[in-house]
């Protein structure tokens, strides 16, 4: 796998993109504390963007089956180059109407490039290295987003608000480079072309059939929900556990921990499914989920509130490379395109409605009784799904393999 030049394109592409990303996204929070009062208005002005990403789910979708997934990727990356110059031009202008232009850009070109991403994943290495490239990619991501807020934060010290944008516009043209690069075998995702040109579905109406028919797939697809939990109001949360604590450093303690045991988790679940199945990894893990949220009962407690973030890091480490391997090699691949666009727009609207949950039970029951009901949710969501999957494995016992 480490001598397939595709390997190294995608991992250094993704580092490369990760930096960008996580620059753009603290310019992004500088800009608005600056030109936004309003806290509501700030998560509005974000959604927009969201959405934007969101509407176009579907056609992107179907894009990235139809035609070359190397393609939609420079396409996507091009978009994506040219929404920083929109940035530009609202710090020299004071705009937020052209921040907000950026923002959809962005988040459109996002919703084209990851679904092609995803499934150029399999074509560039073997089935049996799948779940191996899938965990690398992670810690690539995690160990870009790490590095790309403290080098925002470095950078924001020494230099303009306009410099860091063209350091992230460097950092897109490098991307974009590098996507010239790869060398994808397309041959069957061709024929599939031909044929889908003659449908006149738009959306996501021939993946959801597929969905149905694959019951693995659809119960690793609602299971992510589990993690998403606990993402989608990571940071209201480490807010207030900074507040029950009057501690600021422990936000640094937290988010340091948790992205290394995070790393360690994608390093390490390869020797794990040695022992364990996909799916039972998927269970263990989303047990262990489930407990990290039920210790932050005890949050007013530093350790107890790191040790929880620890475990969540590296459950959701070994969760999500090994739930990207089963969408990878069970969901046929030529639908690839529309399954991960799908995902990626149902991944949004859980994060969503996930942080708007969140934040109105941290107003009204408070952390120490929102984790327990989260907790308590995760557990039986688990459990639920491991009798559903003993069902299925009784029934079809080669699924399991």
Known sequence: MWKNKNVWILLCGEFVAGLGLWLGIIGNLEFMQEKVPSDFLKS??????????????????????????????????????????????????????????????????????FPA??????????????????????????LSRIMGTAVAGVLLAIMSLSM??????????????????????????????????????????????????????????????????????????????????????????????????????????????????????????????????MLLYFAHVPFLSVLAFVLFGFAVGCFFPTSATIFQTRVPKDFHGRFFSFRGMLERVIFQVVLLITGFLLDTIGLEHMVVIFGLFSFAMTAFFYMRFKQLKIESPAEDN
């Open 44 to 113: 509005i002005i974000l959604a927009v963007g969201l959405l934007a990403g969101i509407a176009v789910g579907p056609m992107a979708g179907k894009v990235a089956d139809q035609i070359s997934k190397k393609t939609v990727m420079l396409i996507s990356g091009f978009v994506r180059t040219i929404s920083v110059v929109f940035m530009l031009i609202a710090i020299e202008t004071g705009s937020v109407w052209w921040m907000i232009t950026f923002l959809i850009c962005a988040q459109i070109s996002a919703a084209f490039f």
């Open 117 to 142: 991403l995803q499934a150029a994943i399999p074509l560039v290495v073997e089935e049996k290295d799948l779940l191996r490239l899938n965990g690398v990619y992670m810690n690539v991501s995690t």
């Open 164 to 293: 860091v944008y063209v350091t992230s516009l460097i950092a897109y043209l490098l991307l974009f480079a590098l996507t010239f690069l790869l060398t994808l075998d397309e041959s069957k995702t061709e024929q599939v072309s031909v044929k889908e040109e003659n449908s006149t579905g738009t959306g996501f109406k021939e993946v959801f059939p597929v969905i149905k028919g694959l019951p693995l797939v659809f119960m690793t697809l609602i299971l992510t929900l589990v993690p998403f939990l606990f993402i989608g109001g990571f940071n209201l949360m480490v807010i207030n556990i900074s507040e029950l604590q009057d501690s600021s450093t422990i936000k640094s303690w937290i988010y340091t921990a948790e992205g290394i045991s995070f790393m360690l988790g994608a390093f390490f679940v390869k020797q794990i499914s040695q022992k364990l199945s996909p799916y039972m990894i998927l269970f263990v893990f989303s047990f262990i989920i489930g407990f990290s949220q």
